[in-house]
């Protein structure tokens, strides 16, 4: 379990986070580039300003990392736009 960690500007690019319960975290500024996030649980985590291009988030159309709660403000989404 990772919940409530600070990765805060952690280079985790390509790194396999299949499953990880990441549920609080800090992940504020962090490079996920490429990363598995499948099954993720990333629920209240500050993902502001990270970068997840090209993260790997679902299968088949179907969005399969939780998301409720999190900050996603000013983030790179995995199909290259940046939320607002």
Do not use: C, W, Y
């Not at 600070?6 to 319960?21: K, M, P, Q, V």
């Not at 996920?32 to 990270?50: F, V, W, Y």
């Not at 179907?62 to 409720?68: A, D, N, W």
């Amino acid at each position: 379990f990772l919940h409530r960690v600070n990765l805060a500007e952690a280079n985790l690019e390509g790194a396999n986070l299949f499953r990880a319960n990441l549920f609080q975290a800090n992940l504020s500024k962090a490079n996920l580039r490429e990363a598995n996030l499948i099954g993720a649980d990333l629920s209240g985590a500050d993902l502001s300003g990270a970068d997840l291009s090209g993260a790997k988030v679902g299968s088949n159309g179907k969005l399969l990392v939780k998301l409720t709660g999190a900050n996603l403000r000013g983030a790179v989404l995995p199909d290259g736009s940046i939320h607002d």
